[in-house]
C-alpha cells in the first residue's frame, strides 16, 4: 500500500515581484503612504503643548550650494521655533545634514554649535551630535574641530558605484586609521552604490568597514527615484542581494534589506528592547517624537505628520526677515491606510508581524515562500527579505483601492 503524504508548497511567484529587489529606502518606500499637501501649510507655527516623552530631534538641512549668513539664518528659525515648545524639552539628538562641508567654514560651524547651544542643548545623557560628511571631506584637522565641539557621531558617505574588481581599499584604510585617533566620534556608514558596482569590489568593502566598530552600515542606490534601465535595475538588485547575504551571515542585525547594524550596536539594542519604526533618519522608536527640521528643504515630523521646509532660498529668507517661520509642505498618512501602515513598518523594521494584523495578505506572502509563521508571529524568510519593498508597495496599494488585503494575483515568473 502506498501512503501519500501532502505537502504544501509555494504557490506561483506572485506578478509583483516581477521588477528586481530594491533598497527599502524611507523616499521610496515609506513616504508614498503620505499624501503630499501641495500647498504653505501652518504647521508647527502654533505652540506645541505637550510632547510624547518631552523629547526632541533637531536636523538642520546644509543645501550644497553656499547660502549668505546660513548660520544666522538657521539660529533665527532655531529661536522662532524654540518660542513655541514647551519649556521643559530634552533634546536627544542634534544632526547637521546634506553637506555641512561645503556650507559651513571651521568657524561658522564653530558659531552655528555655540549660539544653537542656547536653544537646543543636549541634556541627555547619551545624547547625539552627528554631523554627514563625504569620504573626501574627512581629515584631522575637521575631526578634531568637530569632536572639540562636542560631536559624537559622523554619517560618512562613501562612494561605491565605480569600483573595479583591482580598486585598492587604501584610502578606506587611511580613513578608518584618522577615525581610530579621535574614540569618542562613532560612524554610520552610508555605502552609495549601484549596477556599475563591482560585486567582488563591493563585498571587500564592506568587509573592511564591519572590521572598523561602527554604529551602522546602510545601501543607498545612487539612482534612486530615477529612471533606469531593467538590465541596471537588476544588477543593483543581485548586489543588494548578495549584500543581505553577506551581512546577515557576519551576523548583522538587518533593518529593511538595506540598513545592517552590529549585534552590539546602540541600534541593534534599542531594536530588541521595543517596537521600530523606519523614518529619514533610519529605524527609531514607535513614541511620537518631536523631530525639528530647520533650514532650506529641511524634513522634521510633528505627530502626525511629516512636514519640509521650503526649499526656495528667496521665501526661507523673506519668511525669516518678517519674524515668522518658513512654509511647510505636510505629508500625511490617510486615516483608512494607518493600519497597513503599521503592518508595513513592522515588516520592515522587525521582519515579522503579529498573527492578527493582516491574516489574509500574511498568508498569501507565507503560500509564496515570503513569510513563515512562528507560535507568535509571522516572520520574513530568507527569501522574503530582499523583496521588501515591493511587498510593502503592494500593501500600499491594496490599502489605497480599498481592497482588504485581499487576493494578490500570481502567476509563473518569467523572464
Known amino acids: 500500500m502506498t501512503i501519500s503524504i501532502h505537502t504544501e508548497q509555494p504557490t506561483a511567484r506572485p506578478d509583483f515581484l516581477a521588477a528586481p529587489p530594491v533598497p527599502t529606502a524611507f523616499s521610496g518606500t515609506v513616504l508614498p503612504w503620505y499624501s503630499d499637501q501641495k500647498h504653505s501649510n501652518p504647521a508647527l507655527r502654533g505652540r506645541v503643548t505637550a510632547l510624547d516623552g518631552s523629547r526632541i530631534g533637531v536636523n538642520i538641512q546644509c543645501p550644497r550650494d553656499s547660502v549668505d549668513d546660513y548660520v544666522g539664518l538657521i539660529c533665527r528659525e532655531a529661536e522662532l521655533a524654540r518660542a513655541l515648545l514647551p519649556n521643559a524639552c530634552a533634546v536627544t539628538t542634534l544632526w547637521l545634514r546634506g553637506s555641512p562641508s561645503r556650507q559651513f567654514s571651521p568657524e561658522a560651524v564653530t558659531e552655528l554649535i555655540f549660539r544653537l547651544n542656547s536653544q537646543f542643548p543636549l541634556t541627555v545623557p547619551g545624547a547625539v551630535r552627528g554631523v554627514e560628511l563625504s569620504a573626501p571631506a574627512l581629515s584631522a584637522e575637521r575631526l578634531a574641530l568637530l569632536a572639540g565641539l562636542g560631536f559624537n557621531r559622523i554619517g560618512l558617505r562613501v562612494d561605491a558605484t565605480l569600483g573595479s574588481d583591482e580598486r585598492s581599499l587604501g584610502r578606506i584604510d587611511a580613513m578608518q586609521r584618522q577615525l581610530a585617533d579621535f574614540a569618542a566620534l562613532t560612524v554610520n556608514y552610508e555605502v552609495i552604490f549601484g549596477s556599475q ?219
Open 197 to 415: 558596482s563591482h560585486p567582488r569590489y563591493l563585498a571587500r568593502l564592506l568587509a573592511a568597514l564591519r572590521g572598523f566598530p561602527a554604529v551602522s552600515i546602510e545601501l543607498k542606490d545612487a539612482r534612486e527615484g530615477m529612471p533606469q534601465a531593467l538590465e541596471d535595475r537588476r544588477e543593483t538588485g543581485n548586489l543588494l542581494t548578495s549584500t543581505l547575504a553577506a551581512m546577515t551571515a557576519a551576523g548583522w542585525r538587518t533593518f529593511g534589506n538595506h540598513l545592517y547594524a552590529p549585534p552590539d550596536s546602540p541600534l541593534a539594542r534599542t531594536g530588541a528592547a521595543g517596537p521600530l519604526r523606519l523614518t529619514p533618519w533610519g529605524p527609531q522608536p514607535i513614541q511620537q517624537r518631536l523631530w525639528l527640521g530647520l533650514g532650506i528643504g529641511a524634513l522634521g515630523y510633528h505627530h502626525p505628520a511629516y512636514y519640509r521646509n521650503t526649499a526656495s532660498v528667496a521665501d526661507y529668507r523673506a519668511a525669516l526677515h518678517r519674524r515668522q517661520l518658513p512654509d511647510k509642505m505636510v505629508y500625511r498618512v490617510p486615516a483608512e491606510a494607518a493600519r497597513d501602515l503599521d503592518v508595513a513598518q513592522s515588516l520592515l523594521c522587525h521582519h515579522g508581524v503579529g498573527r492578527d494584523a493582516a491574516p489574509e495578505f500574511c498568508e498569501q506572502l507565507r503560500h509564496a515562500g515570503l513569510l513563515e509563521m512562528t507560535p507568535h508571529n509571522y516572520q520574513m524568510t530568507p527569501a522574503g527579505i530582499p523583496q521588501l519593498s515591493a511587498i510593502v508597495d503592494r500593501l500600499r496599494q491594496q490599502a489605497a483601492s480599498g481592497d482588504d488585503h485581499g487576493t494578490i494575483q500570481s502567476r509563473a515568473h518569467r523572464d
